[in-house]
């Protein structure tokens, strides 16, 4: 008959307690491993922003009307009226010339013009009584006609001796003086509507095409810092500069710019704002990936990552339009798409502004 060998007492402790150690050890290990798994990340919530793009134009303050005056005869100065600076008024008396001679011409013209006249009355009387032909009162009345057209020659060279302002404006520049001598066509005054100040900025052709006439810009000088002006687009040329592929525009300044202390010559700014693209849904462009089915990010729920395609616009800087395919408030992975897949455990450690 067998006898049965019973294990030390010992011996069955420590195989207890081994099993106990291990089990323990292999939660701890699937606990560990379960943390492990989790991949650290950043993320951005997604916020609307402003993808509106800015330039920063110059250009000098100048006149949109600016006329210049010349000389329509040769002659003496008589007397000037005027200095740089005056205000004028339509039809003021800006210069005389000496016309003695033109007048003394107009004076002959018009005892011509009486006579002529004199002597049609006088054949028009013979004609009704029939003692004379048609053909002599034809010949003159054009006699008369001819004799009126050359007063009429001389009083517009009399008019010629007055330089009057065309409309109201200021006097910007004066090159003559009493007693000079003047040419034909050559240049007396330089006058500027100071109501009507405008700056004329080139703008490139790629930016040209996000401006429309009517736009209010704000426009800042040099020469009186802290004062910011609304300007509005008046007009854009219709070409290019064939060189600087520059497209002019001109922006008017208000009425009373002169008034308020601006001159033409000064130095303008313009901070515009082109292609306009306030609250705009975007991503950190860094966040979106590319692949054969089109653009995607990744956004995250319930700490884990969700493959999401959509649909993208313009990228300005670091940031790419959303157009279609996310809302602001989600989460997205901040960077680095293309090195994680769908359903990845994640665990945020920071976040992106």
Known sequence: ????????????????????????????????SAVERRTPI???????????????LSAS????????????????????LVEEGDEVEGGAILARFDVQEERVELQRAQARTTETDLERERLEQLIDARNISEAELQRAQAAAEVAQAEQALWQTRVDFGTVRAPQNAVVT????????????????????????????PGISERDV?????????????DALPGTLFDGRIRRIFPLADATSRLVTI????????????IRPGYLARIPMVVDARPDTIAV?????????????????EDERLQRREIEVGITRGQWTEVTAGLEAGELVLASNPIDMSDGTAVRIVGYRG
């Open 1 to 32: 008959m067998r006898t049965r060998i019973k294990p030390p007492l010992f011996s069955c402790c420590v195989i207890a307690t081994s099993l106990l150690l291990s089990g323990c050890s292999r939660e701890e290990e699937v606990e560990a």
């Open 173 to 200: 520049a004066r090159h003559v003086e009493p007693g000079e001598v003047t040419e034909s066509q050559q240049l007396l005054f330089e006058l500027a509507v100071m109501q009507d100040l405008v700056l004329r």
């Open 209 to 221: 095409r996000h401006l429309s006439i009517g736009q209010v810009v704000p426009v800042q000088l």
């Open 284 to 300: 950190p462009a860094a966040a979106v990936g590319d692949s054969d089915d089109g653009r995607y990010i990744y956004v995250v």
């Open 250 to 261: 001109e922006i008017s300044l208000p009425d009373d710019s002169y008034q308020r202390g």
């Open 42 to 56: 950043a993320v951005y919530e997604v916020s609307p922003r402003d993808l509106s793009r800015q330039v920063t």
């Open 61 to 80: 303050v100048r006149p949109r009307v600016h006329i210049q005056i010349h000389s329509r005869s040769h002659g003496a100065v008589e007397e000037v």
